[in-house]
């Protein structure tokens, strides 16, 4: 079953690192089992920033890229029963096999094949979507929720999920380490858990302005001292630090600021390779907990939804900007606005 789908369509396709085209392709071909979205919002993302400065080894090149987003079913195989055209819908790129090893430890955020048949490829009119995906993580979006804000589905997935490994209890302390819009993200998911205080520490104004407004007690600048970060949580330091930056200077931070029997989330993703020193004894004998964080499963996709859904996520803080697809080229350039948070490509 479809509408009336053309034969082309624009997409921002990915020939090389650093070169990336707003140009003509096919629409893509579906089966029997698939659907076809049309891309309706598709955000920015670190992930596809990284791609194209220096490649990814989970993206193919060329290819078109873009992975948060949301639309409306375009077409659907005959197969297909769970969606029908003209549904709007909110949709991540990934879903687990349910059949390998990591499946079967109730790991799926580990699932052998997750990337090997994603649906990549959202700053474009359309987007193919594979059976076993848009059977398990393809939701119809709540009414008066619209497409810019369902696209957050997918990172505030990942957000919810790094948080329950972390465990935010009522009642501690948290610092966030970093002001994009993960960091922001985890603001209202602490306190929302419950957090007596949350600080944060970053280096833009607007976007710790941003967080303050989202609920932080405190924030730091790029001025701010350590100790200035200690004080405010004395006399022992937070009870949970979240790193969100990706970078071995604040994931040593995050070790030198949490409280004796802390915990810290590892939520930012440092280059392959990179190697930290850490102070082994201060994690024995601080009797540490560190967790890492990848992904997500089905059920915080839906959690994710149901949280944009309730308002409790300030969502149109996190999208400074909402732009026609076309402007792409502009917001990977050299030149690109410093500024903003997220933009919403609008194809």
Not at 137 to 162: D, M
Not at 190 to 196: D, N, S
Not at 276 to 303: C, M, N, S
Request: charged share 20%; proline share 8%.
């Amino acid at each position: 079953m479809s509408g009336r789908i053309p034969e082309i369509m624009k997409a921002a396709i990915l020939h090389a690192p650093l070169d990336l085209r707003y140009e003509t392709v096919p629409v893509p071909a579906f089966s029997d089992g698939e659907i076809l979205i049309r891309v309706r919002a598709a955000l920015t993302c670190g992930t596809d920033q990284k791609a194209y400065l220096r490649g990814h080894p989970k993206i193919r090149i060329p290819g078109a890229l873009g992975h948060e987003f949301s639309g409306e079913v375009a077409a659907a195989g005959r197969a297909v029963q769970n969606v029908r055209v003209g549904d709007r819908v909110a949709c991540v790129h990934t879903a687990p096999c349910g059949e390998c090893f990591f499946c079967g430890k109730r790991q799926p955020n580990l699932c052998e094949t997750l990337t090997d048949r994603m649906a990549y490829g959202a700053y474009a009119e359309y987007i193919r979507i594979p059976e076993h995906v848009h059977r398990q993580n393809c939701l119809p979006l709540p009414p008066g929720l619209t497409h810019e804000a369902a696209a957050l589905t997918e990172p505030l997935a990942c957000c919810v999920y790094g948080m329950k490994q972390v465990n935010v209890r009522e009642g501690e302390t948290v610092l966030i380490l970093g002001d994009g819009p993960v960091a922001l993200m985890m603001v209202a998911l602490a306190r929302l858990r419950g957090a007596h205080s949350v600080a944060v520490a970053g280096r833009h104004k607007a976007r710790l302005d941003v967080a303050a407004a989202a609920g932080a007690q405190r924030v730091f600048g790029e001025q701010s001292a350590a100790s200035e970060i200690l004080d405010f949580f004395r006399p022992r330091g937070p009870d949970v630090v979240l790193e969100c930056v990706g970078n071995p200077d604040t994931w040593r931070l995050a070790l030198s600021l949490v409280r004796p029997g802390g915990r810290i989330l590892l939520f930012g993703g440092c280059p392959p390779g990179v190697e930290v020193p850490i102070d082994a004894g201060k994690i024995h004998y601080g009797h540490l907990a560190i967790y890492g964080t990848f992904h997500f499963t089905p059920v915080e996709v839906r959690e994710a939804l149901n949280l944009l859904e309730s308002g409790s996520i300030p969502v149109y803080p996190l999208i400074t900007a909402r732009v026609p697809l076309s402007d792409i080229p502009r917001y990977f350039s050299a030149d690109a606005p410093k500024d903003y948070l997220k933009v919403a490509f609008i194809p």
